[in-house]
Nanobody, 129 residues
Framework: QVHLVESGGRLVQAGDSLRLSCAASGRTFSNYVMGWFRQAPGKAREAVAA????????NYGESVKGRFTISRDNAMNTVYLQMNNLKPEDTAVYYC??????????????????????WGQGTQVTVSS
């Protein structure tokens, strides 16, 4: 059982930076691949980023590659999403999720929703133009 709570979302201007955090309960945080997803009104849920259990391997959706960075601190049971050069199209509810089944974040399955066992309730990021 893993409980995830996102924080850090707020209203920002285009071009600004923002860091989201996701705090996880329990003592088995390092057993999970951690991912960030987002969903905007009228759009499908989109895989944003994922990080391996040890934190050494990362993958990103094409729309955020080069702008966003995912990281994790297993000692603090926390995963982060650093978002730079934010654009209005980044406006969405951002969710963190934990996967016990994804073997490698370099595989295509990292972005598959059904591979993630636990989800947070989301944090709203709004980027004004």
């Amino acid at each position: 059982q893993v409980h995830l709570v996102e924080s850090g979302g707020r209203l920002v201007q285009a071009g600004d930076s923002l860091r989201l955090s996701c705090a996880a309960s329990g003592r088995t945080f390092s057993n999970y691949v951690m991912g960030w997803f987002r969903q905007a009104p009228g759009k499908a849920r989109e895989a944003v980023a994922a990080v391996s259990r040890s934190g050494g391997i990362k993958n990103y959706g094409e729309s955020v590659k080069g702008r966003f960075t995912i990281s994790r601190d297993n000692a603090m049971n926390t995963v982060y999403l650093q978002m730079n050069n934010l654009k209005p199209e980044d406006t969405a509810v951002y969710y963190c999720a934990a996967s016990g089944s994804v073997i490698s974040v370099t595989s295509a399955r990292w972005a598959t929703f059904s591979e993630y066992d636990y989800w947070g309730q989301g944090t709203q990021v709004t980027v004004s133009s």
